[in-house]
């Protein structure tokens, strides 16, 4: 996610002073980021993918892709989370002389750490749910002409994340109530936010340096390298440039991505079912892939589960409340076929009605809560999906 100087997405970040030699999955891992984000950025847009040395895979995660900001499909990046070691990349698709810095923010939802921070913290959840070692995350970020900046996190702070991730992947495991997950949620949430606001001033500090008349398109010395050098190796996160060895391969246009596992085209498509009259079947992982496509309701239903309605009975309630709103497009998401189903959001307010629409601040489709008490009226979802008057649309949730 790529930003100016004194907007409030900068990021976090520390040094790991001396580059360490590539390694062999590091050398196959940047020459898939690199072969693929060459095509798949050539839109202007950010995406995030992610290479698996134990599947020589590579795995688009993208669920909206923008200029500045991406998301990321949190239900599929966890199943990967049973690998041993994954690397994480993204693309920054600018030419300016902030390209090949990670980005971030003061605030725990945008920024390069901060996505790193929850990926950190969402394998720790995996893990504990699923009784799995945790993953061992490396991130970089690729530019348009093939430069990767490794970044990351020290030791302790990846296990601070990973503590955090742990204990709500314990909640989750032993059924606690929506306070406790909520309160565990803005813990964690507090953590993410706390990196960025740290790296956010020493990034300021540089700057400020640096290039005092605040020029730094024309300071020869700002540079990631130099920004790096700032920092010690005990620090809580860390940059560091490329290594040669791991960036000899330039991508081309003309590569042929069919041996990546996960990808087709430019998206990362995922194939859905459909279960007729307009409703679409969904496991945990397509979830955020259709969700991401536009506005969309989606209800988790199951024949015997607290606060969830059987599917039959929560497939006509949609069809019910979109009878105004014709084009929401609607899905199903069985939890007694998928039990993991029961993970998915798991501090909305109604587990069995989804609301996804695209955030008019961030540009992003998000999930949010009608702000109402009792059950929801066909015109109140014309009005928030659909945006037909009269009323107010809420405000979205974080």
């Given at each position: 996610?790529?930003?100016?100087?004194?907007?409030?997405?900068?990021?976090?970040?520390?040094?790991?002073?001396?580059?360490?030699?590539?390694?062999a999955?590091?050398?196959?891992?940047?020459?898939?980021?690199?072969?693929?984000?060459?095509?798949?950025?050539?839109?202007?847009?950010?995406?995030?993918?992610v290479?698996?040395?134990?599947?020589?895979?590579?795995?688009?995660?993208?669920?909206?892709?923008?200029?500045g900001?991406?998301?990321?499909?949190?239900?599929?990046?966890?199943?990967?989370?049973a690998?041993?070691?994954?690397?994480?990349?993204?693309?920054?698709?600018?030419?300016?002389?902030?390209?090949?810095?990670?980005?971030?923010?003061?605030?725990?939802?945008?920024?390069?750490?901060?996505?790193a921070?929850?990926?950190?913290?969402?394998?720790?959840k995996?893990?504990?749910?699923?009784?799995?070692?945790?993953?061992?995350?490396?991130?970089?970020?690729?530019?348009?002409?093939?430069?990767?900046?490794?970044?990351?996190?020290?030791?302790?702070?990846?296990?601070?994340?990973?503590?955090?991730?742990?204990?709500?992947?314990?909640?989750?495991?032993?059924?606690?109530?929506?306070?406790?997950?909520?309160?565990?949620?803005?813990?964690?949430?507090?953590?993410?936010?706390?990196?960025?606001?740290?790296?956010?001033?020493?990034?300021?500090?540089?700057?400020?340096?640096?290039?005092?008349?605040?020029?730094?398109?024309?300071?020869?010395?700002?540079?990631?390298?130099?920004?790096?050098?700032?920092?010690?190796?005990?620090?809580?996160?860390?940059?560091?440039?490329?290594?040669?060895?791991?960036?000899?391969?330039?991508?081309?246009?003309?590569?042929?991505?069919?041996?990546?596992?996960?990808?087709?085209?430019?998206?990362?498509?995922?194939?859905?079912?459909?279960?007729?009259g307009?409703?679409?079947?969904?496991?945990?992982?397509?979830?955020?892939?259709?969700?991401?496509?536009?506005?969309?309701?989606?209800?988790?239903c199951?024949?015997?589960?607290?606060?969830?309605?059987p599917?039959?009975?929560?497939?006509?309630?949609?069809?019910?409340?979109?009878?105004s709103?014709?084009?929401?497009?609607?899905?199903?998401?069985?939890?007694?076929?998928?039990?993991?189903?029961?993970?998915?959001?798991?501090?909305?307010?109604?587990?069995?009605?989804?609301?996804?629409?695209?955030?008019?601040?961030?540009?992003?489709?998000?999930?949010?809560?009608?702000?109402?008490?009792?059950?929801?009226?066909?015109?109140?979802?014309?009005?928030?999906?659909?945006?037909?008057?009269?009323?107010?649309?809420?405000?979205f949730?974080?």
């Open positions: 996610m790529h930003i100016l100087l004194f907007r409030a997405t900068v990021l976090a970040a520390v040094l790991l002073a001396q580059p360490l030699s590539a390694s999955n590091e050398i196959d891992a940047d020459r898939s980021a690199k072969t693929y984000f060459a095509e798949a950025c050539a839109d202007g847009n950010e995406r995030v993918g290479y698996a040395p134990a599947t020589r895979s590579f795995t688009d995660i993208t669920t909206s892709a923008r200029a900001t991406f998301a990321w499909n949190h239900a599929r990046f966890e199943e990967l989370c690998l041993p070691e994954l690397y994480v990349y993204h693309c920054h698709t600018t030419a300016d002389v902030l390209t090949r810095f990670p980005s971030g923010g003061e605030g725990a939802f945008s920024g390069d750490f901060a996505s921070a929850e990926m950190e913290f969402s394998c720790a995996a893990a504990t749910l699923y009784d799995q070692p945790v993953a061992s995350l490396i991130y970089g970020v690729v530019t348009p002409q093939g430069e990767i900046t490794r970044y990351g996190f020290t030791a302790p702070a990846s296990e601070r994340l990973r503590a955090a991730g742990r204990t709500f992947g314990r909640l989750l495991k032993s059924g606690a109530s929506r306070g406790d997950l909520e309160r565990a949620q803005a813990e964690a949430r507090n953590i993410f936010g706390e990196l960025n606001g740290e790296y956010f001033a020493r990034f300021i500090r540089f700057a400020l340096k640096t290039c005092p008349d605040g020029a730094i398109e024309r300071c020869n010395d700002f540079t990631i390298a130099r920004f790096a050098g700032t920092w010690s190796p005990d620090d809580r996160m860390f940059v560091r440039v490329g290594d040669a060895a791991a960036t000899e391969t330039k991508p081309t246009a003309a590569n042929n991505y069919s041996s990546f596992e996960g990808l087709s085209a430019f998206a990362g498509a995922i194939r859905i079912a459909q279960v007729g307009g409703i679409t079947e969904l496991t945990p992982e397509t979830l955020g892939s259709f969700v991401a496509e536009g506005k969309a309701m989606v209800s988790i199951a024949d015997a589960a607290d606060g969830l309605r599917c039959r009975e929560a497939t006509a309630r949609m069809i019910r409340l979109t009878e709103c014709p084009r929401v497009r609607l899905a199903v998401l069985d939890q007694d076929k998928h039990p993991k189903a029961r993970f998915a959001y798991p501090t909305a307010k109604d587990r069995s009605l989804l609301l996804f629409k695209t955030n008019p601040q961030s540009g992003l489709n998000e999930q949010f809560d009608l702000t109402i008490m009792g059950e929801p009226t066909p015109q109140m979802i014309a009005m928030v999906l659909c945006d037909q008057p009269p009323f107010k649309l809420p405000s949730s974080q």
